[in-house]
């Protein structure tokens, strides 16, 4: 949406791990487009996050539950009448192509990454400020001398290795983001709240505003119901709740 912001909120753990991981996907991706040194480095800071965490546990069973609760929910619809048939059929091949793919990956996710002598390293010392200068390690002062091509081939390479996660991730939220219905709401006084009336449990909150609205929204959620607070940022001090009736697009994200 043009001259807008969306504000996202996840909901539960699961969520917070995938959106948390699509946020290192697209930095790692970005930053593997440049060939400077400084680019490189930032390349190889995502991927040594993206490791720490699918360090944590059973990520890919709950990518692959997930997946399944997807392509269960988007069968239902199939008897639905006004659906695009043609679209939904496509979606729920792409869901299975990952989901195939993740089931033939026999190995612990990142386990190659995590067994390459550099990166494990890098890995080492991520928790030292400042612990992977060029005095630190020689060996990755080496590296980045390299001919930008033949490190770029290098993190392509290193980078694949994730695309097992990264793609149905990428599909997971993609579609729950695409079907949800934005709603007009205000937020009377920068204050609203609701009860999620999904017969689905509510994923992902998305809030938009103008880009040139002078506040943010700070969404916090229960069990039973969320609040929105429009915050105004002040120059010194915390934001402070306006006093304005604001008129925000609200989507409640549930599949």
Sequence with gaps: MENTIIYEQPLNERMRTFMRLEHLFQQTEYSMRGFSVWDSRATIAGLIDILEILSRGDLKNEIYK?????QSALAGLKSMHGVDHQQLNNILTQLQSVQDKLHDHSEQLGQSLRENELLNSL???SSITCGCCNFDLPAYHFWLQQAPEKRLDVLEQWYENLTVISAPINLILAILREGADPRQRVAE??????SPDSAAPVQ???VSLP????YFPEISAGKHRFTIRMLEPQENGRPLQTQDNVEFTLWCCAL
């Design 211 to 214: 880009a040139d609205a002078p």
């Design 189 to 194: 006084q920068g204050f609203y709240q609701q």
């Design 66 to 70: 997930e997946l399944e609760h997807q």
């Design 123 to 125: 890995r080492q010392r």
């Design 204 to 206: 992902m909150l998305r």
